[in-house]
T-cell receptor, first 110, second 117 residues
Framework: SQKIEQNSEALNIQEGKTATLTCNYT??????LQWYRQDPGRGPVFLLLIRENEKEKRKERLKVTFDTTLKQSLFHITASQPADSATYLCAHTGRRALTFGSGTRLQVQP | NAGVMQNPRHLVRRRGQEARLRCSPM?????VYWYRQLPEEGLKFMVY????????ESGMPKERFSAEFPKEGPSILRIQQVVRGDSAAYFC???????????????FGEGSRLTVL
């Protein structure tokens, strides 16, 4: 069955460093992957979408890559700030609706 | 310019009661999705609706749960005879016509948190 997986362990980094989060998928080849941010007690907010024919997509301090050979998407936050602390979710196109990974919690220490 | 509106934000029910959660999509959006999130877990898809149609309910439990999106008014997720395991955050999202997930982002509400005593 189609699976999308994220590292469930929290990622702790120092302010100013680059955070890198991983999303792996198995048993299928999604045409698109999306990344969302979720703060505690809030709904997810869309960040970026990357298509399978795009190697990389950037938005301000955010960068997403899509490696169809490794079946993996990487999400980078450069010059991280404490305000970037949140849970980050990757999502792919399911049969008809987005299917989400379980998310990775990022904690940026000042 | 309201976003996706969900109410109530918090709902407490006793076992056996009914819970009704409402969702008004963003203006111009005709597709609504319901997701459930248990504490410390990811979002699980439940149902996808367009006006007056259920497009995909593959994630919905077969019993006690139902959803509708009438021609007029909000989408409603209904849980009958609630049990403690139904305690969760229920998120609604909407998208533009043409569907979510193929290319478009989903716009989420702030969720309805159901607690079953």
């Amino acid at each position: 069955s189609q699976k999308i997986e994220q590292n469930s362990e929290a990622l702790n980094i120092q302010e100013g460093k680059t955070a890198t989060l991983t999303c792996n998928y198995t048993n299928y080849s999604p045409a698109y992957l999306q990344w969302y941010r979720q703060d505690p007690g809030r709904g997810p907010v869309f960040l970026l979408l990357i298509r399978e024919n795009e190697k990389e997509k950037r938005k301000e301090r955010l960068k997403v890559t899509f490696d169809t050979t490794l079946k993996q998407s990487l999400f980078h936050i450069t010059a991280s700030q404490p305000a970037d602390s949140a849970t980050y979710l990757c999502a792919h196109t399911g049969r008809r609706a987005l299917t989400f990974g379980s998310g990775t919690r990022l904690q940026v220490q000042p | 310019n309201a976003g996706v509106m969900q109410n109530p934000r918090h709902l407490v029910r006793r076992r056996g009661q009914e819970a009704r959660l409402r969702c008004s999509p963003m203006k111009g959006h005709s597709h609504v999705y319901w997701y459930r999130q248990l504490p410390e877990e990811g979002l699980k898809f439940m149902v996808y609706l367009q006006k007056e149609n259920i497009i995909d309910e593959s994630g919905m439990p077969k019993e006690r749960f139902s959803a509708e999106f009438p021609k007029e008014g909000p989408s409603i997720l209904r849980i009958q005879q609630v049990v403690r395991g139904d305690s969760a955050a229920y998120f609604c999202a909407s998208s533009l016509p043409g569907g979510s997930a193929n290319t478009g982002e989903l716009f989420f509400g702030e969720g309805s948190r159901l607690t079953v005593l």
